[in-house]
């Protein structure tokens, strides 16, 4: 099928997944530009392609096929891609033994990116607050590389679980610029989660009091603090040794 | 002074600020929001404040006011702050011994953050190569969170800059997949030049073999890399142990 208008029932129901309310209401999001769409096909949660009109994209998968104009019409780039995948939302699963938990992120390139480095760095689960940005945000999908089909991501009260990964015997880990301990010192316990928070204030105080352990990075005097995905990246680098 | 019209002479100049062109050709630059400007004033290198009518901010500095939506016009921000400065450009200084070069980093997000863990982890000078983005690009400043001002940020060709390291005893670093050592066991020498590259791209290879040691960050094989401001961050954690 080639579509080429705008009214058309499809392209209405594409263009609509750029909004949070949609994407929770269908259930599914979309994602741009070749490797998401291989990473997405890869996981088993791409539903459908949308192609530019004479391009190629061989996958087993219900195909159409839309103009350059439409493309734009839907896209959140400067530049869309000729590929576009409709995906269904990521299942839930078990949470496991390394434990990311992140109160209140606002930036979406902050929460793709910190998605990405927590891949890397082999934690198991994310566990969002509900007032984080949406996982399903084009620009967080964008910052994650495609990393985000690759970790259990899921959202909680986390005042809630948090209490629950204590009864558990987890180490929740928080960050403090006092009264911590250095990272270079820290424990690597088996099982453990650590919990940063929001962009300009931090992780609640509330949420903060819940730790079991505080750390904090050194670094020279002049420099307040570092950006939220900078701080957790290495974090999680360390507890990674 | 009041500036209420768009046509006046010294709102038009700051407005051109907001290119490189212009920057380059007045050697200043502007900043928003209180925090930038008190640094840029700590610092030494601001020249005027422009203040939104009936707002406030005592510096013993020239200061002008204008309206709301002068303030708008030259912002690049969708919520301007009440507070811009105009600075002079900063001087270059000579190198120190921990060095950090940059080849054609193009997202300004991705080098102000490089720039604030930099100064975080002792780096003593940010060298870019000539096709990096503007450091004095608005979105560069805010996410520098005014650490751009304290540290000493040089352009040079870096193909000749390497050159001339190797002979004064510098340690070259490049990162590399495969071959290289392990971030975990790297040498902390006293005289050291670290070089990432490009978002897409990395480091390019003219310039990637000219290093004099390789290193890697340990992670999970589904990541193939990490966020360019990631992998920096945490090279310079680590070498600043």
Same mark, same amino acid.
């Given at each position: 099928m080639l579509y080429t208008s705008k009214e058309n029932n499809k392209i209405k129901y594409i263009k609509k997944l750029n909004y949070k309310k949609y994407r929770d209401e269908f259930n599914e999001f979309f994602i741009e530009g070749e490797h998401l769409v291989e990473e997405a096909y890869k996981n088993g949660v791409l539903k459908e392609l949308l192609l530019e009109k004479n391009s190629n994209f061989n996958l087993n998968i219900t195909t159409n096929y839309a103009t350059n104009s439409i493309l734009k019409y839907i *896209? *959140? %780039? +400067? !530049?869309? /891609? *000729?590929v576009i995948g409709i995906c269904n939302k990521i299942k839930e699963k078990k949470i496991g033994e390394k434990i990311l938990i992140l109160d209140n992120i606002q930036d979406p390139g902050n929460l793709g990116t910190i998605i990405r480095s927590a891949v890397a760095f082999n934690i198991d689960t994310i566990v969002l607050s509900f !007032?984080? =940005? +949406?996982?399903?945000n084009p620009k967080v999908l964008r910052a994650t590389q495609g990393m985000i089909f690759n970790i259990n991501i899921i959202q909680k009260n986390i005042k809630e679980f948090i209490l629950e990964l204590k009864e558990e015997g987890y180490k929740i880990y928080g960050t403090k610029v006092n009264g911590g301990n250095s990272l270079k010192n820290v424990e690597k316990p088996e099982k453990f989660a650590i919990i940063m928070g929001n962009? @300009?204030? @931090? =992780? *609640?105080s509330e949420i903060l009091n819940l730790c079991s352990d505080y750390i904090y990075i050194d670094m020279? /005097?002049?420099?307040? /603090? %570092?950006n939220v995905a900078i701080a957790t990246s290495i974090i999680l680098y360390e507890l990674d040794k």
């Open positions: *896209s *959140s %780039l +400067d !530049n869309p /891609s *000729s !007032n984080c =940005v +949406d996982i399903y962009e @300009g204030r @931090g =992780v *609640s020279n /005097s002049k420099c307040e /603090s %570092l």
